[in-house]
Each structure stands twice: as C-alpha cells, then as structure tokens.
C-alpha cells in the first residue's frame, strides 16, 4: 500500500519570506511524486513530480521540491512567498499502480 | 480539448435521486481517474480507466456509485438513489498512458444532496 503524510494542516508565511510545505510517503520500491495546488473552488494543478534524476527538482511559479530517499520525503520549497501563493497544496505519490495516492492537503497562508 | 472538462459544475440534487457527472478528457489520454473530495480532505481515489476498460474500481464506496467510459474517451459517473454522504466534489483527472505521468485535473463537479 502506499500513503502520503502532510503532518502540517497550516503554514503561516510572511510575504517575501522562504516557505517550506512537508510531505513524507510510504511505497514499495522507488516512488513517482507530486505536488498539486488548489485555489478556491477549483481543480487541482499540476506543480512539479519527480521521477527519477536530480534530487531537486524545479516546477511551476518558482517551487521546487527535494527528493530525500532516506527520510523518505518531498518537502515543497519557495524561496520568496508571495500572497498570491496563499492556497492549498497536495502531495502524491503513486508507482506501479499508476494511481496516485493523495495526502489530506496543507493550507499555506502567506501574509502580506 | 486543451483541458478536462467536467459537467455539471454544480449540482444540487433531492436525497434518493440518480445524478450523472461527466467527465471529457484532454483528448488522446489514455488513463482516466476519478476522485472523490470532501470539505477540507484531499481527493479519495474512486475508479480508473484505460481506454474503455474500468482497471480498478476499489474506491467506489458502494453499490450506488457506477462509472463508464464507453467508447474510451468521455467517462460518466453515476450516483444513484443520493444521500446526503455522497456530498463531495468529484474531481476527474486524465493522463497519458504508464505509471509516473503527470494526471491532469478538471474544475470538478460540486454535488449536494440536500
């Protein structure tokens, strides 16, 4: 089985401050992982997944996402938080059975 | 289509009766999901399809919840006989096919059963 933890419900960050959102998994063998961001009343959207390669790997509106394997995490990263990144953020994580496993979502909450 | 499509967007609909939500893919993905999203949880796996075939159907929550995908392109859920649990926003999504590539979401389609 495999499974993602967001232990954190909330991140409060001050504008122009670095952000961090935590994401740790469980699965068989190496993962496939991902982040998604969701804004009020809409679909989820596509960040950034790693695969394999380079640890860190670079997505959308200036994240980035650290593959750590020995502690078996995919923290969310942003150098500079802006208000307009104020939304919900998933993590996923799936492999052989292509179907991506969902943690339950960290609000973050960048303040002006 | 450049995106995935989903209607309704909203549905409000009486306890005990049948609603289809549809789902339209980016066109030449193979793979299609359905979540199913609660107030403040992430999405919970439904059903999966590759091409017309229903590959897994582990998460539907019970005998009332029904997918298709007929021709391998645009797939229908169908809620029958609703209760108030079924209130949700069920979220379709569509990839290419093989394990690793990105899924992408529709706006979803907002239920409740009132």
């Known amino acids: 089985a495999q499974s993602v933890a967001q232990p954190e419900d909330q991140v409060n960050v001050a504008e122009g401050n670095p952000l961090t959102v935590k994401c740790t998994y469980s699965?068989?063998?190496?993962?496939?992982l991902f982040w998604y961001v969701q804004y009020p009343n809409r679909g989820l959207q596509f960040l950034l997944k790693?695969?394999?390669?380079?640890?860190l790997v670079k997505g959308s509106y200036g994240f980035e996402a650290e593959f750590n394997k020995s502690q078996t995490s995919f923290h969310l990263k942003k150098p500079s938080a802006l208000v307009s990144d104020s939304a919900l953020y998933f993590c996923?994580?799936?492999?052989?059975?292509?179907?991506?496993?969902f943690g339950r979502g960290t609000s973050l909450i960048v303040h002006p | 289509g450049a995106g995935v499509s989903q209607s309704p967007r909203y549905k409000v609909a009486k306890r005990g009766q049948d609603v289809a939500l549809r789902c339209d893919p980016i066109?030449?993905?193979?793979?299609l999901f359905w979540y199913q999203q609660a107030l403040g949880q992430g999405p919970e796996f439904l059903t999966y399809?590759?091409?017309?075939?229903?590959?897994?159907k582990s998460g539907l929550p019970s005998d009332r919840f029904f997918a298709e995908r007929p021709e391998g392109s645009v797939s229908t859920l169908k809620i029958q006989r609703t209760q108030q649990e079924d209130s949700a926003v069920y979220l379709c999504?569509?990839?290419?096919?093989?394990?690793?590539?990105?899924?992408?979401f529709g706006e979803g389609s907002w239920l409740t059963v009132v």
């Open positions: 999504a569509s990839s290419l096919e093989g394990a690793g590539n990105t899924i992408y």
């Open positions: 699965v068989s063998g190496n993962p496939y």
């Open positions: 790693y695969i394999t390669g380079d640890n």
């Open positions: 996923a994580v799936s492999r052989g059975s292509y179907i991506p496993t």
């Open positions: 066109s030449g993905h193979v793979s």
């Open positions: 399809f590759q091409n017309e075939a229903q590959l897994d």
